[in-house]
């Protein structure tokens, strides 16, 4: 091993953290670890802004003056993206598309109809584990939530009529979509916070910005270039069990990261624990996993990918990764043994994933 290597593996196993706890290595993997937090002043320079019921946040080296006029400007596209895919907003174009499908096609912009496509072959590949027409399962059980109850297995069945991908016509040539039938509609809850890194990401390199993570809600990561001499950027991951613990920090580099887990949204009834992610074709929450990771190519696969396999499952998530380029995972499933955590890496490799001992 190199001495930049052993430094490297050094500082990002934690030999070297705690003598260096205000570099922007080890500050930046904290602060991603713990939602409340910030890079250090100084040796990061960091942009935000709310949207998309979380915050966005593009993170850059140290640098010329013009770098955050580039970042800012391009931070701005979010609210954007927002705009045209939110459910929340009437007026947005989604909206108009879940309005006005089922009587008619409806031609979409260009980019979103990439999406929808993108959307639709996940879909397809994970046996709809990942189902971007989950909408009215989604809003059945938020009813039932604020109601302190169960869904019936009729309201569960009623609403699976109005899901499924093959609910929707795709027509390539004129970017346009239609609904089969009245009340199916597209949510891109479990895509659009990864689209919009995509998107922006992609401004910031078209400004000449090579080297920065972004982030959506912590959960959403796309990084580019290097940090620190570190060949990519630090970011923690939580401990399921324990979140304020530091579980592992992945080495970022050119690539996305998203994670998925119920230890926060969640809700309790008669001793039983319900998370928020729903297995679409049971109507019932999926309960197999604590937390998963995916690393993929982009935001948008990440995004979808990490909401599928806690629906999926290790097996199947395995053979999903075995059989996909860029794509790897740290799955989580509960413990077999008290407390002690054994996560399965799939597709990672041993330079890029850094676990950190057990106290």
Not at 36 to 43: C, K, L, N, T, V
Not at 165 to 190: M, T, W, Y
Not at 256 to 262: D, I, K, Q
């Amino acid at each position: 091993m190199t001495d930049n290597a052993a430094n490297r593996r050094d500082f990002l196993t934690g030999k070297a953290l705690r003598s260096n706890i205000e570099r922007a290595g080890d500050e930046l993997a904290d602060e991603i670890a713990a939602a409340d937090a910030i890079p250090s002043a100084g040796d990061t320079v960091r942009l935000a802004t709310r949207a998309m019921a979380c915050e966005f946040a593009i993170i850059m080296n140290p640098g010329p003056a013009d770098q955050v006029t580039k970042a800012s400007a391009a931070l701005d596209r979010v609210h954007e993206l927002e705009a045209q895919m939110t459910v929340y907003r009437d007026e947005s174009e989604l909206s108009q598309i879940n309005r006005r499908a089922a009587d008619e096609p409806v031609e979409v912009e260009a980019a979103l109809f990439e999406l929808l496509l993108q959307a639709r072959q996940i879909a397809v590949e994970t046996n709809e584990a990942f189902d971007p027409t989950a909408g009215p399962l989604i809003d059945l059980w938020r009813t039932c939530r604020q109601a302190v109850r169960l869904p019936t297995d009729d309201e569960i069945n009623e609403r699976q009529e109005l899901t499924g991908i093959d609910q929707i016509d795709f027509d390539e040539d004129l970017c346009a979509v239609s609904f089969r039938k009245p009340g199916v509609e597209l949510n891109l809850g479990g895509i659009g916070k990864g689209y919009a890194l995509d998107r922006v990401g992609q401004l910031l390199l078209d400004d000449g910005l090579d080297n920065w993570l972004f982030h959506g809600g912590n959960s959403s990561l796309l990084a580019r270039g290097n940090h620190n001499a570190l060949g990519g950027w630090p970011v923690g991951l939580r401990n399921p069990l324990f979140p304020k613990q530091r579980l592992a920090t992945v080495l970022l580099r050119d690539c996305a990261l998203s994670t998925s887990g119920t230890g926060v949204q969640h809700f309790r009834l008669e001793g039983e624990r319900y998370g928020h992610i729903l297995d679409p074709r049971s109507g019932w929450p999926a309960d197999g996993m604590l937390s998963v990771t995916v690393l993929a190519p982009t935001a948008a696969d990440a995004d979808a990918l990490s909401t599928a396999f806690f629906v999926m499952g290790v097996e199947s998530s395995q053979h999903y990764c075995d059989n996909r380029d860029g794509v790897g995972a740290i799955l989580i499933p509960p413990p077999r043994r008290g407390r002690t955590l054994e996560p399965i890496v799939c597709g990672i490799s041993e330079e890029a994933l850094f676990f950190t001992e057990t106290p």
